[in-house]
């Protein structure tokens, strides 16, 4: 059993930036996936970033203006968002897949682009 803890997210205005964190307890493994999700009022869940072993994906609205990165010893995923637009306004979801069979998903924390 895993347990995801978001934390980070808050108002920003457009064109700032953000760190979000999450940090996992549990046993994770370097081999698992991490990433975030995000879901908008009314919207789909959609693929934010993921990274195992040191590679990286990212969904093509925000590619080029967010980084994901992990620090294994601490079992904490990070985002940092830059370049913030009112449309990333949404809940950011942590999400991890163990061993290549469970999925565990994170409470979210939101994160709002508004001036």
């Known amino acids: 059993q895993v347990q995801l803890v978001e934390s980070g997210g808050g108002l920003v205005q457009p064109g700032g930036s953000l760190r979000l964190s999450c940090a996992a307890s549990?046993?994770?493994?370097?081999?698992?996936?991490m990433g975030w999700y995000r879901q908008a009022p009314g919207k789909q869940r959609e693929f934010v970033a993921n990274?195992?072993?040191?590679?990286?994906y990212y969904g093509d609205s925000v590619k080029g203006r967010f980084t994901i990165s992990r620090d294994n010893a601490k079992n904490t995923v990070y985002l940092q968002m830059d370049s913030l637009k009112p449309e990333d306004t949404a809940v950011y979801y942590c999400?991890?897949?163990?061993?290549?069979?469970?999925?565990?998903w994170g409470q979210g924390t939101q994160v709002t682009v508004s001036s």
């Open positions: 549990g046993s994770i493994f370097s081999s698992d996936v």
């Open positions: 999400w991890v897949w163990v061993q290549w069979k469970d999925h565990y």
């Open positions: 990274i195992v072993n040191d590679f990286t």
